[in-house]
């Protein structure tokens, strides 16, 4: 599958962004799609994730009641909602198709694509 961020921007705290992630390449939907960031310096961290084919969302501590995950199959696109946003927030944003194991960890995804930029300014 090939997967496309985007999205980000420049926005002030307390405000709010869309990212995007559009996918090609896979006919199924039985798969998780995961959101992860890196912030400079820092290692890449999950975010959230959803299986297109339904049940709930998962997501970090960190952006639980500010972030919203969903998608649209009819699209093939993922979204992350992100709502409150503070400056640690600022990071690259990733979406990345799972490959099995827990759905939090970095190692078990793939498909990366070159990210979006997301920066919070306070």
């Known amino acids: 599958v090939q997967l496309q961020a985007s999205g980000g921007g420049l926005v002030q705290a307390g405000g709010s962004l869309r990212l995007s992630c559009a996918a090609s390449?896979?006919?199924?939907?039985?798969?998780?799609l995961g959101w992860f960031r890196q912030a400079p310096g820092k290692e890449r961290e999950f975010v959230a994730a959803?299986?297109?084919?339904?049940?709930?969302?998962y997501y970090a501590d960190s952006v639980k009641g500010r972030f919203t995950i969903s998608r649209d199959n009819g699209k093939n696109t993922v979204y992350l909602q992100m709502n409150s946003l503070k400056p640690d927030d600022t990071a690259i944003y990733y979406c990345a198709d799972h490959r099995g194991g827990s759905y939090d960890n970095t190692a078990n995804f793939g498909s990366w694509g070159q990210g979006t930029q997301v920066t919070v300014s306070s």
């Open positions: 390449g896979r006919t199924d939907y039985n798969y998780l």
């Open positions: 959803i299986n297109w084919s339904g049940g709930s969302p």
